[in-house]
Every structure is written in C-alpha cells, then in structure tokens.
Antibody, heavy 119, light 107 residues
Framework: QVRLQESGPGLVKPSQTLSLTCTVSGGSISRGGYYWNWIRQRPGKGLEWIGYISHSGNTFYNPSLRSRVTISIGTSDNQFSLNVTSVTAADTAVYYC???????????WGQGTLVTVSS | EVVLTQSPATLSVSPGDRATLSCRASQSVNFNLAWYQQKPGQAPRLLIDGASDRATGIPARFSGSGSETDFTLTINSLQSEDFAVYFCQQYHIWPWTFGQGTKVDNK
C-alpha cells in the first residue's frame, strides 16, 4: 500500500520561502511511469494544482506559480520536495502531495499539511 | 486555463435519494475528467476517472457520465457516509484544474 506524508513548517513569514517534503512509503519514487504532484487548497477556495515531477526529474508547473515554485526529487530516499519563494498570505493553504500514473488523476494522496503565512 | 463550473453549490438530499451533480467545462476536455469526494479534514478521494470509470474500491452506486464539456456524477441510493463535498477535475489541458465543489448535505 502506497503512503505519502507531507512534512515541513506550519508557519512561514511573508517574503520567505515555503519548503515542504513528501515522504513516500510502499513504492519507489524512482520507478518509472509515475508523476509526483503537489496540490494545495486555500481556505474557502478550491483546489489548485501546483505542479508535478516525473521519476526522471521532468517538471511541469502551473503557469500562475511557475516563477516562484520548484519541485525536486529529494536527496534522501523516497522523498520529493516543494519550494515556494516570496510567499504572501495568499499562499496560506493545506498542501497535499500525491502520486499519479502518468497524467491520470492521482489515487494516492498524503493527509495534507496546513501552512500559514503570517508574521 | 480550463474553468470547471459545478452545480449546484449545495445539494440537500435524504439517505436513499439519488443525487445528481453537474460539472461544465469552459472548453472540451474530451473524456479526461475525474470526480473526487472530500470529507472534512481529509484529502480528496478519487471516485471516477475517464469521465465514467470507477476507481478501485468505489461502490457501484457512484457513476459518472458525459464528455467534451458536460459531465454528471450520480450517486444512487445515497448512504449517510456519502455526505461530503464533491469536486470535478480535468486533466486534458495543462494546468489541470478543479471545479469549486458541490456540497451534498442531509436534508
């Protein structure tokens, strides 16, 4: 059974960088055919796809966030990461990581982690 | 980007009823549409992909239909555990986008 778990600071100051890690268990992140996604849900708003990375490191970013977002395969085993620079209150959200087979909808999701941007 | 408009925003139904949820796309997404269920404090759960294919383990009372720009999620004989928010999501044109959700609550 594949499991994903987000981790990182729950509070980030405005203008700083939000950094989250997703740890995957029950399946290798280096196995081909999977896309590893970051999706967020802002309070009172809908879901927003941030971007995804393939096992080989190819990335696709939402154009609305592309200038501030980096998704990378982690240096530790079976992890991938999200960095969002120059955050504002509008980046306050529950952040989810997930796994999809290619571009199909992800079946496996982490439980989500709330990140609040506030001074 | 593709805008998905869900209706109604809230649907009040009783257990045993049929619930019909709509999702309309601003441009054709072919059959590349999924439906998710989300309960408070939980991640979305994939119900349907390919517009009509139930995901593994999803009960047969959930069914999806439609293509191009108009899609429907039907929940037959609604159970108490089905009260939740339902989102549609397209994966035809990047960036993938979600609808704003339909809340199914107890009448």
């Amino acid at each position: 059974q594949v499991r994903l778990q987000e981790s990182g600071p729950g509070l980030v100051k405005p203008s700083q960088t939000l950094s989250l890690t997703c740890t995957v268990s029950g399946g290798s992140i280096s196995r081909g055919g999977y896309y590893w996604n970051w999706i967020r849900q802002r309070p009172g708003k809908g879901l927003e796809w941030i971007g995804y990375i393939s096992h080989s490191g190819n990335t696709f970013y939402n154009p609305s966030l592309r200038s501030r977002v980096t998704i990378s395969i982690g240096t530790s085993d079976n992890q991938f990461s999200l960095n969002v620079t120059s955050v504002t209150a509008a980046d306050t959200a529950v952040y989810y990581c997930s796994r999809a087979i290619g571009s199909s909808p992800p079946r496996y999701w982490g439980q989500g982690t709330l990140v609040t941007v506030s001074s | 980007e593709v805008v998905l408009t869900q209706s109604p925003a809230t649907l009040s139904v009783s257990p045993g009823d049929r619930a019909t949820l709509s999702c309309r796309a601003s441009q054709s997404v072919n059959f590349n549409l999924a439906w998710y269920q989300q309960k408070p404090g939980q991640a979305p759960r994939l119900l349907i992909d390919g517009a009509s294919d139930r995901a593994t383990g999803i009960p047969a009372r959930f069914s999806g239909s439609g293509s191009e720009t108009d899609f429907t999620l039907t929940i037959n004989s609604l159970q108490s555990e089905d009260f939740a928010v339902y989102f549609c999501q397209q994966y035809h044109i990047w960036p993938w986008t979600f609808g704003q959700g339909t809340k199914v609550d107890n009448k």
